[in-house]
């Protein structure tokens, strides 16, 4: 079974996804940050480690580039997007990205496997895009309302002299 695993979160998650897979062998790329490529090589001769040439984030554009260029062309098994949570929130760009290599499960911290689908992924995205400004104005709105009800209770506590303090 061909598997790519894309290290987005710390070498122990990537140790502990290796020994969960039953070790980490020729059939096994992992994809990774220049900085790290030296590590990853020694600690698995023989995986194939595959460098991320960009620094910061992965993107989903630049992740379908590398897929285009021939180093992930051809289509993995499984794509493993370790994660440093349960649910994989957080790891939006990388799951976003990781479809244009094959069916992606997330390897969280609990050390379980846990698919995702094109479809949640999608919706969690754009709720995240829909939602974070309506929250936002949520959240303003409440305050304006609460500052409007306090001053009206305030103005009608020094109108009938039941201010605080006040005997």
Known sequence: MKTLIIRSASMERLDACAAALGGVGSETDILTHAHLIQGITNNYPAAAVVEYPH????????????????KLARRYDKVVVLTGNLSGAGYMNVLRGAFCFGPVEIYNINGEFRPKSRVAVAGEFWGRIILSPALFFATILAFAIGGVVLLGCAGDNAQRGTWPGKK
């Open 55 to 70: 620094t910061g984030d992965f993107s989903p554009a630049r992740m379908a580039r590398l897929a285009r260029m021939g």
